[in-house]
């Protein structure tokens, strides 16, 4: 039980640091290159079990409003 948690932490943790880092790009190239970060993730919490596909869609939903948001940021 103990490492489970310790895994569900990690994976928060990476999580928050993503959002955090998407937040404070400083250029588009930057919030594009963190696109794959953000589908790499969403494919390794598609892969693991114990995550449901509900909270995995819904941060999905997350980062890509996250995205969207800080590129309109930049461009205008």
Same mark, same amino acid.
């Given at each position: 039980?103990?490492?489970?948690?310790? #895994?569900? !932490?990690?994976?928060?943790?990476?999580?928050? @640091? $993503?959002?955090? &880092?998407?937040?404070?790009? /400083?250029?588009?190239? #930057?919030? !594009?290159?963190?696109?794959?970060?953000?589908? @790499? $993730?969403?494919? &390794?919490?598609?892969?693991? /079990?114990?995550?449901?596909?509900?909270?995995?869609?819904?941060?999905?939903?997350?980062?890509?409003?996250?995205?969207?948001?800080?590129?309109?940021?930049?461009?205008?």
């Amino acid at each position: 039980m103990i490492s489970v948690i310790d #895994e569900i !932490r990690a994976v928060r943790l990476e999580t928050i @640091a $993503l959002h955090f &880092r998407i937040t404070k790009a /400083d250029c588009f190239n #930057e919030v !594009r290159s963190f696109e794959s970060d953000v589908l @790499a $993730l969403m494919w &390794r919490l598609e892969t693991d /079990d114990r995550v449901s596909k509900l909270d995995i869609d819904n941060l999905g939903v997350v980062f890509t409003m996250a995205l969207k948001s800080r590129r309109h940021e930049l461009t205008f």
